[in-house]
């Protein structure tokens, strides 16, 4: 697997941390490698076999797709400025279901205005 379409492979890894907002830290943490060398194969060293399955398989977890149950009506842009303890935590969470940060928050947001009957 090492080698094949491994330019395309970086650019999409590039690209899906990008949306999901991770970043080579947090691809390097999950490698069990260093963030300098995901940058040195980011760059120019090729992806090890085993650690491109690995990312592979994170890219699968985690896909750069809109959920079913997300219907968007018209666009609202949000940003959320949170401080890294806090993104961490929220990470952790959204992992822990099986989505990304982005559709953790897109389905617990709309609770927010919809508190439970007491």
């Not at 999409?12 to 907002?21: H, Q, R, S």
């Not at 947090?26 to 650690?51: D, G, H, Q, S, Y």
């Not at 842009?77 to 990304?100: C, Y």
């Amino acid at each position: 697997m090492a080698g094949v379409n491994q330019d395309e492979l970086k650019m999409n890894v590039k690209l899906w941390l990008k949306a999901n907002g991770f970043d080579y830290a947090w691809l390097a943490e999950r490698c069990f490698v260093t963030e300098a060398t995901v940058r040195n194969w980011m760059a120019k060293k090729p992806i090890p076999a085993a650690k491109e399955h690995i990312i592979r398989e994170l890219i699968k977890q985690l896909p750069l797709t809109l959920p079913s149950r997300v219907q968007v009506e018209e666009e609202t842009l949000i940003t959320l400025k949170l401080d890294p303890d806090t993104r961490k935590v929220l990470e952790k969470k959204a992992f822990s279901q099986g989505k990304t940060l982005k559709e953790f928050l897109a389905d617990e947001v709309p609770r927010l205005g919809n508190p439970p009957l007491a």
